[in-house]
């Protein structure tokens, strides 16, 4: 197959993979660009005041340097959307910037042409322009420094930062700036300005000084303009793009991947996510991706990838030796100052990458803005001319050695990306991160006349659509769902779009779109389809998701019916699903050992009895409203039976048969109330259920009813069952373990709690008879 031109080489015989030879191919697509740019200028170039000092003079005498000090503030921070002040962080001196004013007019006329040459140097693009905008004065005296740190992007537009250092004699106070295990370092002049400019994702530092005051003036970068970053025009070496489109078509066709994830050298924010504003090298690598996947037919768009890798690792100093280190580092987007970064990684040397993980965070959709997508991607469909490991960890932890375990070293990166993939796999690559709007997509198709279309689109869904169902929690997704199964008028299709759903994700708004279903595809496949839905994960299961389905199953029969003719028998299927569940959870509840986990349950499936007796009414169905009524006429189940009257308005009782159910409820607590008080005497205890040997023993201590202590050997296997059951069943017994001989003994005892349940019962019995039998009176009266 051939896309754009380009002809797969595929089974040439070459085994190199072809996202190495991407990564290989854009290694040498840059042909400038650092990380960062410095240069001098003469210092008579600037003039500027400061309130409360009057003209400076360059360079700076240590007298002008101790007045800017007297009128300065310590220099603080940003962590989250916090700011801080800790000098064990940032210790330094700032000058608040209304108190400087700058001659503007000869400062610009060495400034402009000193950032034309820095856009040169970072590898900026022609058409673009750094505007430097004011930030700070600072003033570092003895003793004074700036641990490791990075800049935030503090404007959508800024890619950097600008530091002035005026000449000043001082000794130590050194600016290292890293990015990618490179270096750079700045002195600074004694005579003259030094201008450094770098990447705001670059860390950098300043370390102590430890004689005399470094005083600099602080600017953040802006960019301006349009990079060719967005520009697929852009020239080329043709056999160089060729090659490049070949690879990245031998990519998907390879192994019918589905996507390629290219992983830039810089780190950006959300808020700085641009192709206008890509630094460095990827602004061209940027750029000739872009125009050899036209030559592929491949559409690409610009993300945000979190890296996780894990490595074997080793402390570097042995004092650490069987310890364990754990940081997070602080956010990036918070609007003060800078952000400082840890040095964990700087203690460990790694050995091994034991695995990567990389997740897609969010992407920069056709119109500008950023769509999160959390969406996993196999190491086999990334790559990066610069592997993460030579970059800085936002995130570390060591752990070290655990028994099983060697020492291990995880990181965590923030990278910029170029995603790609084939314009035919469109659809279906951009429904994992928004299915939703995939739905959108084709019912759009539909509407305008594009059936076939949107029927050949929506297969392409096939092979991710139940895995991205299976793993969205969107709210409204099986609505749009039903609505574009409805319009494709394919009953294959409709099929694969509908499965992977559970029937509690139907909500009462979606009664229209099942009965549109109804009508295209027959009753049988609905509810075929439907029934389905009721197995999959999560149905049988406890959760909000069922339980908010149950509750509003009333309200969604009446829709059906509602809606057309079909929608009674749709409603009944709901139903009797609905009552399957309901006899399901009923017995799982009175089985349980345990009296207060037992009552709670039966107490909380009388939602379920509440909302199926009003929909069995609502539908006139006869059976399943007996086969309630039946169920809930069982005096072990009386927890629920008492609970569904409560939740029932008392109107209703007759038409819906709780009237059988009060009076059956009546007469049971009748004979609890005239149930003899237990003798002081009889100790027996309803035994739990019996599973093993040990427990036949338990059980029938329990049941004597002269029998209250018992001493049992018994080996360590046996007494921790016996506790777990005893625990598990809420029984009134004390169970020590006396720890003398061999085996140990267990003594068991029954408590006085046995008689205490009983009394609290009966009053409980009292209280609920007085209720129902307030209820008949005032029957009686009304009539």
């Not at 210790?91 to 503007?104: G, Y």
């Not at 199964?485 to 509908?498: K, R, T």
């Amino acid at each position: 197959m051939d896309r754009g031109g380009v002809r797969s080489t595929s089974g040439s015989g070459r085994d190199d993979a072809p996202q190495h030879r991407i990564a290989d191919l854009l290694v040498g697509t840059s042909r400038a660009g650092s990380f960062s740019a410095m240069r001098t200028v003469p210092a008579d170039r600037l003039q500027l005041e400061v309130r409360g000092v009057g003209a400076l003079r360059l360079p700076v005498p240590q007298a002008q340097a101790r007045q800017l000090c007297a009128i300065a503030r310590p220099a603080r921070f940003g962590k989250g959307e916090a700011t801080l002040l800790d000098r064990v962080v940032r210790d330094t001196w700032e000058v608040p910037k209304s108190r400087v004013k700058i001659e503007a007019r000869g400062w610009n006329a060495t400034l402009l042409p000193a950032l034309e040459l820095f856009r040169r140097k970072l590898g900026l693009p022609e058409g673009v322009r750094l505007r430097p905008e004011f930030h700070s004065m600072l003033v570092y005296a003895p003793g004074q420094f700036f641990v490791p740190h990075q800049d935030s992007e503090k404007d959508d537009a800024m890619v950097g930062s600008l530091v002035v250092m005026l000449p000043s004699s001082f000794e130590g106070g050194v600016l290292d700036i890293h990015h990618g295990g490179d270096v750079k370092t700045c002195r600074g002049s004694k005579k003259a300005i030094s201008l450094v400019a770098f990447y705001s994702d670059c860390r950098h530092q300043i370390s102590r000084v430890r004689r005399g005051y470094r005083i600099v003036l602080t600017y953040n970068l802006l960019l301006d303009g349009h990079s060719i970053g967005g520009n697929a025009d852009a020239d080329f070496d043709p056999l160089q793009l060729h090659a490049l489109a070949t690879a990245v078509l031998e990519h998907f066709q390879g192994a019918k991947r589905r996507r390629l994830v290219y992983l830039l050298d810089h780190e950006y924010t959300t808020r700085g996510l641009s192709w206008v504003r890509l630094k460095g090298p990827d602004a061209e690598r940027a750029a000739m991706l872009q125009a050899a996947a036209q030559l592929a037919d491949c559409e690409t768009v610009l993300a945000l990838a979190d890296i996780h890798e894990t490595w074997s690792a080793y402390e570097a100093r042995e004092r650490h030796r069987y310890g364990r280190w754990h940081y997070r580092s602080w956010d990036h987007d918070f609007d003060v100052d800078d952000e400082p970064a840890e040095t964990l990684d700087e203690e460990y040397e790694v050995e091994e990458l034991i695995e990567s993980e990389v997740t897609l965070d969010s992407w920069l959709d056709s119109s500008g803005r950023i769509d999160k997508v959390a969406l996993p991607v196999s190491d086999l469909d990334v790559c990066a001319s610069r592997p993460s490991g030579d970059l800085h960890p936002y995130e570390s932890q060591y752990e070290g050695y655990m028994g099983n375990w060697g020492n291990t070293l995880d990181r965590w990166y923030h990278r910029g990306a170029i995603v790609l993939w084939p314009n035919d796999l469109s659809l279906a690559v951009r429904a994992e991160a928004a299915p939703a709007h995939a739905l959108d997509v084709l019912i759009r198709q539909v509407r305008n006349g594009q059936l076939a279309g949107a029927r050949q689109a929506a297969a392409t869904l096939a092979p991710v659509w139940e895995q991205t169902v299976t793993r969205t929690e969107a709210m409204g997704l099986l609505g749009k769902a039903l609505r574009a199964a409805s319009a494709l008028e394919d009953p294959g299709v409709a099929a694969m779009l509908l499965r992977p759903f559970q029937l509690e994700q139907l909500r009462p708004r979606d009664a229209k779109a099942l009965s549109a279903l109804v009508e295209c595809y027959g009753e049988a496949w609905t509810g075929d389809l439907v029934a389905s839905w009721s197995v999959r994960r999560g149905w049988h299961g406890s959760g909000s998701g069922r339980e908010q389905f149950v509750a509003s199953l009333p309200a969604f029969c009446a829709a059906l019916i509602a809606c057309a003719d079909s929608g009674s028998t749709l409603a009944t299927r709901l139903l009797r699903l609905s009552w399957t569940w309901a006899v399901g959870e009923l017995e799982s509840a009175r089985h349980d050992d345990a009296p207060s986990r037992r009552e709670v349950a039966l107490t909380e499936a009388a939602k379920t009895f509440v909302a199926v007796l009003a929909s069995a009414a609502l539908l006139g169905n006869v059976e399943v409203r007996d086969g309630a009524v039946a169920a809930l006429s069982d005096e072990a189940v009386l927890p629920c039976a008492l609970a569904t009257l409560r939740q029932t308005p008392r109107s209703t009782w007759p038409s819906i048969g709780l009237d059988i159910v009060a009076s059956r409820c009546a007469a049971t607590l009748d004979s609890l109330v005239a149930r003899p008080l237990r003798d002081r005497d009889n100790w027996s205890i309803d035994p739990p259920s019996r599973c093993c040997d040990w427990c036949d023993v338990l059980v029938e201590f329990a049941a004597d009813p002269r029998r209250r202590v018992y001493e049992w050997p018994l080996r360590k296997e046996g007494r921790a069952h016996i506790h777990a059951r005893i625990g598990g069943s809420e029984l009134p017994i004390r169970h020590e373990t006396r720890r003398k001989g061999s085996p140990y003994t267990l003594v068991l005892t029954k408590t006085s709690v046995l008689f205490d349940r009983e009394e609290d019962e009966r009053r409980q019995a009292e209280a609920d008879l007085s209720w129902i039998r307030g209820l008949r009176r005032r029957r009686r009266g009304d009539l």
